[in-house]
């Protein structure tokens, strides 16, 4: 309690972009993908909050993953990842649904008399995924599948991939018995209802990014970090500040020491790039990102120790400036934040 480094989470910016989401994915189910600790965020929170707005699919990678979220009860509460070996006890209980992505998982899953599942398909991705090959293999005759699923590679793009992979996915569940189809993420979710099919499964558009252009204005940001300043000080003309010496004072300048720093996901993509924000005045980074702090200028500001600063993490922004993708700013906020509410 008390850290001098929070991450301000908006719960209602969280479930108007999954309702938002919801209405573009048209007459589909719109689900929550919340692996990673529901990128970064909490994902404890995030399918607390999504489950009473009327989530009904979560999505997770692995049964560590799921187990420490049985306690909530989630509905539909999916591990992409599917079965290995080490899995099975976890899986058999009940916690969560498998994906299983492959002849060997199916195997296992069948031997195992694991009842419903779900399947991944790989149509181009060459990610995880069962293939045409293992289709007319029978490796998933006989199978009480729910969800038949794919995933695209360059839905973040205009790229013939896309439709190809649309095509192949209709065409590879031909003649396989699953209740329903899912193939979109985020950004594919802004596609169209082409690619909708019964289940979304956005994740990256939930917490605030923006993927493609048409989801600009229509998801807003979700996590706010803010940094306590420790130490403000005046660095005279000549002066340098941080590690190797890379910002030099052009003038007098004042300097606030904020504790954060790469070591909770505040890249040091930001050094001289990222800025802070006070009464809707940019605060620039000076010099390197440092493990626990970074120093941001406070000239003709009466910020002072022990004042809170939010960092800009405007996503699109943020990422620009950083050089890292929407997806590692925010699954890469680390432990030491207090994450509020
Ligand atoms: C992570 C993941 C998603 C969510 O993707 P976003 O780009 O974050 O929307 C959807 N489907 C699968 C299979 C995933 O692994």
Known sequence: MDAPLRLRRDPNALVANWRALARMSGGADCGAAIKADGYGLGAAWVATMLAAAGARTFFVATWAEAAALAPLGLPGLTVLHGVRDEDLPLALSGVATPVLNTGRQAARWKAAGGGACHVMLDTGINRLGLGAPDLARGAIDGLAIDVLMSHLASADEDSPLNSDQRGRFV??????????????????????????????????????????????????????????????????????????????????????????????????????????????????????????????????????????????????????????????????LGGRFERTP
Request: charged share 20%; net charge negative; hydrophobic share 45%.
């Open 171 to 332: 065409a590879m569940a031909e003649g396989v018995a699953a209740k329903r189809m899912s193939l979109a993420n985020s950004a594919a979710v802004a596609l169209g209802p082409d690619y909708a099919f019964d289940l979304t499964r956005p994740g990256l558009a939930l917490y605030g990014g923006v993927p493609r252009a048409e989801l600009a204005g229509v998801v807003a940001q979700v996590a706010f970090p803010q940094a306590q300043v420790l130490q403000r000080r005046r660095v005279l003309a000549g002066e340098t500040v941080g590690y190797n010496a890379t910002w030099l004072a052009p003038a007098d300048t004042d300097v606030a020491i904020l504790n954060i720093g790469y070591a909770d996901g505040y890249w040091r993509g930001f050094s001289g790039r990222g800025r802070a924000l006070h009464d809707g005045a940019a605060l620039p980074v000076l010099g390197r990102v440092s493990m626990d702090l970074t120093a941001v200028d406070v000239t003709g500001t009466s910020i002072a120790e022990g004042d809170w600063l939010d960092i800009d993490y405007d996503l699109p922004r943020a990422s620009a400036a950083s050089g890292m993708s929407q997806y590692e700013l925010l699954t890469g």
